[in-house]
């Protein structure tokens, strides 16, 4: 459920009131407030330190009909609940709402659109980021996929959000490398980019590197910046050097039938992937030292890797896996098939990190509670498993700060001894 407007802010009353007052600076008071401090307003609530008011405000450079805020507490539908309110003879437009401190999401702002819904085709054309909220997150363009184009989002950060310390690029100190290459692959019939990191001061003189393999490759590389996050650790000796693998698909329609519990997936993997990686870089052959991860749907396609194949991949590192998935929507009995196929399967040499978004409930799609009955059965099987929620929504401006938890608690130091 979507947080609703309970109240104005504070600060959006005391403006009220000083305009109705008749004070001539109060407005441009306001306004260099927040140029200085950026958007949204955040406001304590006396007597609650869990929550926070927060106003998203939009300032008139034109004739303004209707601004409205798209993603984030307003969700992705009925954009006519989500209207800024205009206050009278001012070019403030605004809306409040009351959320949790620990919140981070992303959202945007869509000014004078269609107030239909976007399954109809009218809202949905002029969406813009926030132009008074200097924090971004932006989704480049994959100048290999045609359909893709360049996306840019607002950060929505409030105070007790979880500090992002390992995605932030140091100047000093050695950085791995990332090497590109294509893979043709028999069995699946297709070629892929493959982006493999290996870590500074990389030789094949020493022991065998501990191996991590991330589907959805482009997104590990552009949105989530996995190199960084491993110079980080690796740099303050949080995890070993590990070499990653970073499985790119070649196109949408491919990437929702080969990660979805998909046979001739894993088949790739073990069979052509895996000695392709160990013949050209000095990785482990240990199951019990080698990662499959991914998100979403890639969460859900390393789960049934290491259903399937628990004898190459040991460790199984799930951001908001699509555990939800069903293999066959007409049959009730399917319903969360990977969790039916742990539940039927004897107990695997596997560990688990999963984690799943607080505010993921997309429709009838239910990502906390699919997540926790994974937990839930995994644990009864007798696994090993590391579950954390975070307060956010399906997106990669959360994975990109956990990413690291799922690391440090599979192969950090204190993890392995």
Request: aromatic share 10%; glycine share 8%.
């Amino acid at each position: 459920m979507v947080a609703t407007q309970i109240q104005t802010s504070p600060r959006i009353n005391s403006l009220q009131r000083a305009l109705e007052a008749g004070d001539p600076m109060a407005l441009e008071v306001f306004w260099q407030e927040i140029m200085e401090s950026g958007t949204p307003l955040i406001e304590t609530i006396e007597g609650d330190d869990r929550h926070a008011l927060v106003t998203f405000l939009w300032r008139d450079k034109e004739e303004t009909q209707n601004v409205v805020i798209w993603g984030g507490p307003a969700g992705l539908e009925h954009p006519q609940d989500h209207q800024m309110t205009h206050l009278p003879d001012t070019d403030l437009w605004y809306k409040t709402y009351w959320l949790q401190r620990d919140l981070r999401g992303v959202y945007t702002l869509s000014i004078n659109d269609s107030l239909t819904d976007q399954e109809s085709g009218g809202f949905g054309t002029r969406f813009i980021p926030d132009p008074l909220n200097p924090k971004r997150f932006v989704a480049h363009k994959d100048e290999e996929k045609p359909d893709s184009q360049e996306v840019v989002f607002s950060i929505l950060e409030l105070p007790d959000a979880p500090v992002q310390t390992w995605i932030v690029p140091h100047m000093d100190g050695a950085k791995g490398k990332l090497h590109a290459h294509r893979l043709r692959s028999q069995i699946l019939n297709n070629e892929r980019r493959i982006w493999v990191y290996t870590p500074a001061d990389y030789t094949e003189r020493n022991e065998p590197y501990r191996l991590l393999l991330l589907f959805d490759g482009w997104e590990y590389i552009d949105l989530i910046p996995t190199p960084t996050i491993l110079d980080n650790l690796v740099r303050e000796g949080k995890i070993p050097p590990l070499v990653t693998v970073l499985i790119d698909n070649p196109d949408g329609e491919t990437r929702n039938r080969e990660l979805t519990c998909h046979q001739p997936f894993v088949d790739f993997l073990t069979q052509e992937l895996m000695p392709w990686i160990q013949e050209h870089y000095h990785v482990t052959t240990d199951p019990a030292r080698t990662i499959v991860g991914g998100c979403s749907f890639g969460g859900l396609a390393a789960a049934f890797a290491g259903l399937r194949a628990p004898d190459t991949f040991g460790n199984v590192l799930a951001q908001s896996g699509s555990s939800w998935w069903d293999k066959d929507p007409e049959e009730d009995i399917q319903q969360e098939w990977i969790i039916q196929q742990f539940i039927a399967s004897p107990p695997l040499p596997l560990r688990f990190y999963l984690e799943v978004g607080l505010k993921e409930d997309m429709g009838w799609i239910y990502m906390v509670g699919c997540n926790r009955h994974l937990r839930d059965v995994l644990k009864l099987k007798g696994y090993e498993v590391h579950y954390a929620e975070f307060n956010g929504y399906h997106h990669y401006v959360s994975h990109r700060g956990s990413l690291a938890d799922g690391l440090l608690a599979l192969i950090g130091k204190q993890a392995i001894g």
